[in-house]
């Protein structure tokens, strides 16, 4: 039997314009993740494809229990963290990335404006209700594949973690054309977590309750679980855009353990 394979929709590969990116949440992961997305642009770029723009969603503010785990400064204490990392960023790298200093709920206003759709999601949030919201949002601003349209919302890919351990799930928001192949069969159709998950999702309490020192965060999640997960989210990304391609839309992480299971097809 042929092995399963998902085929990158055809836009992310040759875009007209550079790709648009919602990456929701700033803090543990969020802040390594937009590291990753910044190299992942300069690279793309430097390969002849238009790369990536990214909007960066979190209210937070930094606090001194945040130095040392996630990528902020001392100096930056008191600052919204999207926006420090955003000008941060963009004076490093020369981008023009935008900074949103707002919750990505149901209640928040840009949310219903089309013009605030993009190819792709990237939600790095501890809150299971904030994992609905995205699912409904996505749903409301789905479009048919034949539409041509730079903000059509093709992906969401999930960051979710606990202690020692974490996932990254990725999702299609409409179903991806494959194309036909001799070698594999082609998978247009990647659940969304709030679906394949959705049990185990309603059954986990939220704790959002801010960490008063570093020592006391380290109780809650351990130094480098954030960072793990970054580096091997940003590779599955990186490997839709360079190989077009992926035999998993995802994986489970046990840092403690140092054991990796990809989730397949």
């Keep these: ?28 992961t969020g802040s390594q993740v937009l590291s990753s997305l910044a190299r992942i642009n300069i690279s793309l770029l430097q390969l002849g494809h238009p790369g990536i ?22 100096s930056e204490i008191g600052l919204c963290k ?32 089309d013009e605030f759709s993009a190819n792709i999601t990237i939600s790095c949030t501890d809150s299971v209700v904030s994992r609905f919201d995205i699912a409904a949002h996505l749903k409301a601003n789905k479009t048919d594949n034949n539409v041509e349209k730079i903000n059509r919302p093709i992906y969401w890919m999930d960051y979710g973690n606990e202690r020692n351990t974490g996932q990254v799930i990725l999702s299609t928001v409409e179903p991806v054309i494959q194309p036909s192949s001799n070698k594999f069969i082609g998978v247009g159709t990647l659940p969304f977590v709030t679906e394949e998950f959705k049990e185990m999702l309603l059954s986990t309490d939220d704790n959002n309750s801010p960490s008063c020192s570093l020592a006391e965060a380290l109780q809650k999640q351990d130094l480098f679980i954030n ?21 998993c839309r995802g994986f489970f992480l046990n840092l403690k353990e140092f054991r990796t299971q990809p989730l397949s097809l």
């Design 227 to 247: 960072s793990t997960l970054a580096a091997l989210g940003s590779s599955l990304l990186w490997k839709l855009f360079r190989e077009g391609m992926t035999e």
């Design 53 to 74: 723009f990214v909007r960066a969603f979190d209210d937070d503010i930094i606090t001194a229990a945040n130095i040392g785990r996630q990528l902020f400064a001392s």
């Design 1 to 28: 039997m042929k092995p399963k394979m998902h085929f990158t929709d055809n836009y992310i590969i040759n875009p007209t314009n550079p790709i648009i990116i919602n990456l929701i949440g700033t803090g543990g």
């Design 82 to 113: 999207s926006v420090a990392l955003i000008n941060r960023l963009n004076r490093f790298f020369g981008t023009n990335w935008k900074a949103i200093p707002q919750k990505f709920d149901k209640q928040s206003s840009y949310k219903k404006e």
